[in-house]
């Protein structure tokens, strides 16, 4: 596979990912503590400072940090845990 394939599948699954969080950020029904780690996740995925692979293993310990949250509804729950799923297959 070629470097170029690489990056644009990583681009993929980094937008897809941002489209989820993006969901949470603006759904008033999910409690403040949730959203506003979602605005954070959203900001680090925008760093294009830092690499891919860091960017996703940071906001994996993020979002897997409010996982725990017993006020966190189903549905938010379900979407976080399909962002780690996707963050979890970058590489660099």
Request: glycine share 2%; aromatic share 4%; no cysteine.
């Amino acid at each position: 596979m070629s470097n170029q394939n690489i990056n644009s599948e990583v681009q993929e699954k980094i937008t897809q990912a941002l489209y989820y969080l993006e969901r949470i950020v603006q759904d008033m029904g999910i409690p403040r503590n949730i959203r506003r780690a979602a605005s954070e996740s959203v900001k680090i995925l925008r760093n294009a400072q830092m690499s891919p692979s860091l960017r996703a293993a940071t906001v994996i310990g993020i979002l897997d940090d409010v996982l725990s949250d017993p006020n966190m509804p189903l549905f938010s729950r379900v979407m976080i845990l399909q962002i780690i799923a996707v963050l979890e297959q970058v590489r660099d």
